[in-house]
């Protein structure tokens, strides 16, 4: 059931042109390099803007159905009755032009939503999809705590793999769970897809004292290069997607993969160190998801005021990350002090970020 590679292509952070729109010329060059090398798989899902449409244009329609895999991914949070289950993936099916799914996912499962896919027999629907031939293989993303993963494998022990977020940073973090959830997937033998090896890019730039850490033991890998080696390591592993958004990235992933050396314990004692740096960094650890965005009803573009203020925390006091900060509050965005304290923002966050409080965290600086 498993692509050629461990790396894996998320095509939800794609590159934009200057109108704003998902750059079709450039995501095609990338998707060239990425099978070019050797590489099959590909994610998407329901609800990355424009993703499905440019799957179709940029992969489907360029290549033959048997010359790559993808996965799709069905979202509880849109479910209002049970029709939708089967209308949403139909619209997958027919906005990426293809008549299976190679891996179909209930998406980010958590303790918010999981009663709503029993609601609606989503797992009872993926494994009929299966037996039609619509699906390959079926699993679930996951972000919410181990109780809950020890209950969903027990309650649907017919998923074939599970998709956690893993990362060097997060492996021992209390909210994320990241070692229990792998163990766990690891007990009950289930395949495992990272996502978020690199922390939605949080773990691919470092304040220049603690990139030299990496780059003193090996100038010539990237910082996000050790990010992608770490989760390669671990046993169990399928494959690991990375969310690349240019061709540069898409170049480094690529040569870190094909020539995929795994670390070795001097490096792993390096890596231990930059975390301790790291966490000595206050900095809000959004992934840029942007979930948050659609239900806000300021309009806030919650995760570019967060990466504004991350700048600044990081590297210090600048005019760079206000003027972010001002590109981003205006043609009907919100400033972070708009904030209603609805809380609709947290109830999707598969981060549990407390947005609200880091708004007004965000606004003491800016909103001055």
């Not at 479910?79 to 099916?93: A, G, T």
Request: aromatic share 12%; glycine share 6%.
């Amino acid at each position: 059931m498993l692509s050629n590679s461990k790396l894996g292509f998320g095509l939800m952070r794609l590159p934009k042109d200057e109108s704003g729109n998902i750059d079709l010329q450039t995501v095609s060059k990338m998707v060239d390099k990425f099978i070019d090398s050797g590489f099959t798989y590909f994610d998407t899902a329901y609800i990355y803007e424009g993703s499905e449409e440019i799957t179709r244009k940029a992969l489907v329609n360029r290549y033959d159905r048997n010359l790559f895999t993808l996965a799709n991914k069905l979202p509880g949070w849109l479910l209002n009755k049970q029709e939708d289950v089967e209308r949403i993936f139909n619209e997958s099916l027919e906005r990426c032009g293809v008549d299976y799914f190679d891996y179909y996912l209930i998406h980010s499962v958590e303790e918010s939503n999981y009663d709503i896919y029993q609601k609606y027999n989503c797992f009872e629907f993926v494994t009929e999809m299966k037996k039609q031939g619509k699906v390959k293989h079926m699993g679930f993303s996951f972000h919410g705590s181990s109780n809950l993963l020890k209950r969903v494998l027990k309650d649907h022990p017919e998923v074939e793999f599970v998709q956690l977020q893993i990362n060097y940073l997060d492996w021992e973090d209390g909210l994320i769970e990241s070692r229990t959830n792998y163990e766990i997937a690891r007990e009950h033998n289930k395949p495992i897809i990272v996502m978020e090896p690199v922390k939605g890019g949080t773990l691919a730039s470092f304040p220049k004292e603690v990139e030299k850490m990496f780059k003193d033991y090996n100038p010539d890998k990237s910082i996000a290069s050790w990010a992608l080696r770490y989760v390669a390591s671990l046993d169990g592993i399928m494959t690991i997607l990375s969310g690349m958004s240019n061709e540069e990235q898409i170049d480094d992933n690529i040569n870190t993969f094909k020539n995929l050396v795994l670390l070795n314990n001097e490096e792993k004692e390096i890596i231990e160190k930059v975390k301790y740096e790291l966490n000595a960094y206050p900095i809000i650890n959004c992934t840029s998801c942007r979930y948050c965005i659609d239900g806000c009803p300021k309009s806030i573009l919650i995760p570019d005021l967060f990466k504004a203020y991350n700048g600044e925390l990081t590297y210090g006091k600048s005019p760079i990350y206000k003027d972010y900060y001002d590109e981003h509050v205006k043609d009907g965005h919100g400033k972070a002090s708009d904030c209603i304290e609805c809380g609709t923002c947290q109830d999707v966050c598969p981060q549990h970020l407390s947005i609200i409080e880091y708004l007004k965290d965000v606004s003491k600086v800016f909103d001055k």
